[in-house]
Each structure stands twice: as structure tokens, then as C-alpha cells.
């Protein structure tokens, strides 16, 4: 008789981990998940939690992964941890098992757990494991044509390995990690304070170019900083920005879509909108 049991990812289980993802998600082909395997070899976990996230084991064989990702972030003056619940499949002989491995990759009561690219048929059972929705929508915002500074007020540039006067070092931290994943981390530098950004580059419907808003420490700092911002991004082909959002956002010129793109949390510390950072949209490109 077989021996079903759900246990941590190690190194050696990553070559079998990435043909069942190639298998559950073949349109990324292998080369991808090998390459989102190496990224979390190099991420840095809180100590005690899972490095990569757990498999079901059948005898040996791996019928059934779940990526997380773990992170220690800053909210406020307070230290959280926070999990991206990232890509997970089961075999379709062992899918009985999935609620096993759910299980294991949610058990962590003081985590705070992100899901940002649910699948329309999971919604449900997500909401039965306690999650909540985090955002509406997503507001698609111009930015370039919205001023609150005039552009000499306002300095935007590239995060470098000096931070700027009256930076945080846990955010210029931040921006370095991104930048090494290859989000456009930035600065936006004013006389009296430094406001950070991170993008993902993005192409709508494999047509329009645009930027995804990955951190800003407020929407709102977004939203006064935009036309600076704006300009910047233009200059490198985006100008659109994808900002996660429960409506239409003061200050920005754009357009609201409900239902676009929702994401769903659970645990004691929801994240702020504008914030996904150390996500699979961050270190993966998903």
C-alpha cells in the first residue's frame, strides 16, 4: 500500500518539482519553473519556514507541489511575516490528497497569507479557507498626465547602491532585492524626502505596454508623485500603470476595472493596496 505524505520541498526534490509544474503548467515549459526554483533557493526565508513550500511524497515519486513565498516585511513600525501562496498542482488521480497539502502550506497562524493569482474555479474554496478579498479591481492609471509637482520640484531616478538623504534602509534594501529580479526600482527625490517605487514591466493582452505598481509605501505618494513618475516610465515605453484597487483612485487619471485581476489574503495583517512586494509578480514575472 502506498504512503501519501505532505512534507517540505528540499534541494534534491527541485528536478521532480519542475517536471510536475512543467506537466500542471505547460505552457511555461520547464526552463521556467527551474528558473522560479532558483529564484527561491536565493530568496531569504524566516527561519523555521519553508524554503520553496511542500509536496505531496507517494512512495518517492512527487504527485503534487505548492511554491510559497515567505518574507519578513515592515508595516509601519511593525515586523510581519507574509507568504505568497504562489503556483501549486496534484495530479488528477491524487487531487483527494490537495486538501493535505493545503493544509501543511497554510498552518502558519501569525503568517499572513496572499493569494494574487487565484484561478476563477478556486475562488470558493479559497473563501472557505478563511480568505478574505483583498482588492476590487485594478485601476489603470496614466500617470504622465497628472501634475501635483511641477517637474523641477521633483527628481525621479534609478535605485543605485547609495540611497538618497532621508531614504529608509529597510526600503532601500527593498528596492536593491527587486531591482535583482528585475523589477525598475525607483527613487522619487524631493527636498524634504525620498518616496519608493517598484514596477514590473508588463504587456496588456500581449499589446499594450504597461508598468505594475509592486511597492509604494502609499497609493497616495503615487498618486502625487505621478506625473514625475509618469514621464520617467513614458520615456522607457510605459505609460500605463496597473495600481490594485477597490475603485477609482484620487489624483490619478485613468479608469477603474472592477473585477479585474482580484487577489485574496488571510491572516492577522491585510496588505496595503500597492504593495506586493516579494510576490510571484516581483520574483517571478507572474
Not at 40 to 51: F, I, M, N, Q, T
Not at 87 to 110: D, G, N
Amino acid at each position: 500500500m502506498s504512503r501519501i505524505q505532505a512534507r517540505q520541498i528540499r534541494e534534491s526534490d527541485l528536478p521532480a518539482v519542475a517536471d510536475l509544474l512543467t506537466r500542471g503548467f505547460p505552457e511555461r515549459g520547464r526552463t521556467f519553473w527551474l528558473d522560479v526554483l532558483a529564484r527561491l533557493r536565493e530568496h531569504s526565508v524566516p527561519d523555521g519556514l519553508a524554503k520553496y513550500g511542500y509536496l505531496l511524497d507517494n512512495d518517492g515519486s512527487v504527485i503534487g507541489a505548492i511554491l510559497l513565498i515567505f518574507s519578513r516585511v515592515s508595516l509601519g513600525e511593525q515586523n510581519t511575516v507574509r507568504c505568497n501562496v504562489s503556483s501549486w498542482f496534484v495530479e488528477p488521480a491524487f487531487r483527494s490528497y490537495a486538501s493535505l497539502l493545503m493544509c501543511k502550506a497554510l498552518s502558519q497562524k501569525a503568517v499572513t497569507y496572499l493569494n494574487t493569482t487565484p484561478a476563477a474555479q478556486t475562488v470558493q474554496i479559497l473563501l472557505a479557507q478563511g480568505y478574505s478579498k483583498h482588492n476590487g479591481g485594478v485601476f489603470v492609471a496614466v500617470p504622465a498626465l497628472t501634475s501635483h509637482a511641477p517637474a523641477a520640484d521633483v527628481k525621479v531616478v534609478r535605485v543605485g547602491s547609495a540611497s538618497p538623504l532621508l531614504a529608509s534602509a529597510a526600503e532601500h534594501e527593498l528596492l536593491l532585492e527587486h531591482a535583482s529580479y528585475g523589477c525598475l526600482s525607483l527613487w522619487c527625490v524631493t527636498a524634504d524626502r525620498a518616496y519608493p517605487f517598484v514596477f514590473r514591466l508588463r504587456t496588456i493582452k500581449r499589446l499594450l505596454p504597461a508598468a505594475q505598481l509592486i511597492y509604494a509605501r502609499h497609493v497616495e505618494d503615487f498618486a502625487r508623485m505621478a506625473g514625475s513618475v509618469g514621464r520617467f516610465l513614458v520615456a522607457r515605453g510605459r505609460g500605463l500603470v496597473l495600481i490594485d484597487a477597490d475603485g477609482p483612485i484620487p489624483g490619478l487619471f485613468g479608469k477603474y476595472f472592477d473585477r479585474m485581476q482580484p487577489k485574496y489574503f488571510k491572516g492577522p495583517h491585510q496588505p496595503p493596496l500597492g504593495d506586493l512586494a516579494y510576490t510571484e509578480a516581483a520574483l517571478f514575472g507572474i
